[in-house]
C-alpha cells in the first residue's frame, strides 16, 4: 500500500551513461514532482507536472528530461550523466497545488563513478 | 524570491529536554511554512504545517510551531525528546498564489542523547 514508490532505489553508473528513475504514486493526487537532494542534504525542486502538464522547470541542465505517461506516474530520465549528478532524488506529489502537502517518495540513490 | 533559514545545521538535546529547531523566512507576503523530518535512508515526512488560519499550529509525535509575522519565524517545538525524535529537520515556504513550489531550508540534525 505504498503511497510514493519510486525505483530502482539505489542505481550506480558510469559517467557518460543514460539512466531512467521511475516514480509512481496510488493517492490518486493531481500533481508531482522531483527533487534533489545533494550531499550536503540540501533539496531543491528540479519539476513539477500537474495533470500531466509540465508547470514548474527550475534552472536544470536539459540532460535531464522529466516524462509525465499519465497523472499516477512521472518518470525522470537522466542522459549523459555527470559525477556532479550523484544525489539522492524524491519524487513527491500532491492532491492540487497551492499549500497542499506533498507526499514524498524513499528516494532514489544515484552514484555515479 | 523566497526563502528559509535554519539556524544551527546540529541541535543536541537530552532526552526529555525541550527542542527547538529555528525557522526564519524571508518573504513580502505571509507565505505558507511547512516543517518536514526526514529519518535516515527515508523520504521526508510532513510534521506541520502553517497555511494562515491558526498562527499556532500543532503537529504529529507531540511537535508544534508558532508563526510570528512581527518575527518572521516558524519555529518548531517539541516539550520532551524521545531518542525516537533523532532525525534531519527541514523547514520549506511555499509562495502563495504562486503553486506549490517548496523551497528548503538547509537542514537542521537533531540527536537526542541520553
Known amino acids: 500500500d505504498t503511497a510514493v514508490s519510486q525505483t530502482p532505489k539505489y542505481l550506480v553508473t558510469q559517467m557518460g551513461n543514460d539512466k531512467s528513475i521511475k516514480c509512481e504514486q496510488n493517492?490518486?493526487?493531481?500533481?508531482m514532482y522531483w527533487y534533489k537532494q545533494d550531499s550536503k542534504k540540501f533539496l531543491k525542486i528540479m519539476f513539477s507536472y500537474n495533470n500531466k502538464e509540465l508547470i514548474i522547470n527550475e534552472t536544470v541542465p536539459n540532460r535531464f528530461s522529466p516524462k509525465s505517461p499519465d497523472k499516477a506516474h512521472l518518470n525522470l530520465h537522466i542522459n549523459s550523466l555527470e559525477l556532479g549528478d550523484s544525489a539522492v532524488y524524491f519524487c513527491?506529489?500532491?492532491?492540487?497545488?497551492?499549500?497542499?502537502?506533498?507526499?514524498f517518495g524513499p528516494g532514489t540513490r544515484l552514484l555515479v563513478l | 524570491a523566497q526563502s528559509v533559514t535554519q539556524l544551527g545545521s546540529h541541535v543536541s538535546v537530552s532526552e526529555g529536554a525541550l527542542v527547538l529547531l529555528r525557522c526564519n523566512y524571508s518573504s513580502s507576503v505571509p507565505p505558507y511554512l511547512f516543517w518536514y523530518v526526514q529519518y535516515p535512508n527515508q523520504g521526508l515526512q510532513l510534521l506541520l504545517k502553517y497555511t494562515s488560519a491558526a498562527t499556532l499550529v500543532k503537529g504529529i509525535n507531540g511537535f508544534e510551531a508558532e508563526f510570528k509575522k512581527s518575527e518572521t519565524s516558524f519555529h518548531l517545538t517539541k516539550p520532551s525528546a524521545h531518542m525516537s525524535d533523532a532525525a534531519e529537520y527541514f523547514c520549506a515556504v511555499s509562495p502563495t498564489g504562486g503553486g506549490n513550489k517548496l523551497t528548503f531550508g538547509t537542514g537542521t540534525q537533531l540527536k537526542v542523547e541520553l
Open positions: 493517492l490518486g493526487h493531481d500533481t
Open positions: 513527491a506529489s500532491s492532491q492540487g497545488q497551492e499549500q497542499e502537502t506533498q507526499y
